[in-house]
T-cell receptor, first 113, second 110 residues
Framework: DAMVIQNPRYQVTQFGKPVTLSCSQTLNHNVMYWYQQKSSQAPKLLFHYYDKDFNNEADTPDNFQSRRPNTSFCFLDIRSPGLGDAAMYLC????????????FGQGTRLTVV | TQLLEQSPQFLSIQEGENLTVYCNSS?????LQWYRQEPGEGPVLLVT?????EVKKLKRLTFQFGDARKDSSLHITAAQPGDTGLYLC??????????FGQGTRLTINP
């Protein structure tokens, strides 16, 4: 059974129209991550939560925001998507201990038209 | 500046050949992980190495952590088409932040 679930798998949004991607986990992990992955590139960390503590990467655009209302759910909000935001968005969780495994969802592929 | 440098970035070889890919850094790490990502899926953990000089084997895959814990290699023996994918090394910065290298995109041709 899937332990990190992302919805939807595919999302098409219009240029400038706000969009929200969702992630849920059944692992009860403290840490949840959002990564952006563009074609043929490695995942790039956008931000992560340790419980409710939010940690933003310095180079994450202000256009990207996140919410974690409880342990199980985390959302990625893109306020005004641009064509350059088209990518695979990956959610992951971990126990927050060095060297422990990160579990990834299948990702949401975002297309901006 | 990239924390983890992976090489080569792209590799295409024939089924049955051997290959090695590398993950290098100027920093010392307490542990290092290798993930494989298949198209349309999220990365999946292959191995975690924690001790300098450590060698771990996973079927035809052999992982080594450098003595100084700054680098790692992944060797695949007798590559098969099912080995095709994006191989990513990753380290933890602090307990929470997981950072990836650029990845090696491996294609095994039948």
């Amino acid at each position: 059974d899937a332990m990190v679930i992302q919805n939807p798998r595919y999302q098409v949004t219009q240029f400038g129209k706000p969009v929200t991607l969702s992630c849920s986990q059944t692992l009860n992990h403290n840490v949840m991550y959002w990564y952006q992955q563009k074609s043929s590139q490695a995942p790039k960390l956008l931000f992560h939560y340790y419980d409710k503590d939010f940690n933003n990467e310095a180079d994450t655009p202000d256009n990207f925001q996140s919410r974690r209302p409880n342990t199980s759910f985390c959302f990625l909000d893109i306020r005004s998507p641009g064509l350059g935001d088209a990518a695979m968005y990956l959610c992951a969780t971990s126990r927050g201990i060095i060297g422990t495994e990160a579990f990834f969802g299948q990702g949401t592929r975002l297309t901006v038209v | 500046t990239q924390l983890l440098e992976q090489s080569p970035q792209f590799l295409s070889i024939q089924e049955g050949e051997n290959l090695t890919v590398y993950c290098n850094s100027s920093s010392v790490f307490s542990s290092l992980q290798w993930y494989r990502q298949e198209p349309g899926e999220g990365p999946v953990l292959l191995v975690t190495v924690v001790t300098g000089g450590e060698v771990k084997k996973l079927k035809r895959l052999t992982f080594q952590f450098g003595d100084a814990r700054k680098d790692s290699s992944l060797h695949i023996t007798a590559a098969q088409p099912g080995d095709t994918g994006l191989y990513l090394c990753a380290v933890s910065q602090g307990a929470q932040k997981l950072v990836f290298g650029q990845g090696t995109r491996l294609t095994i041709n039948p």
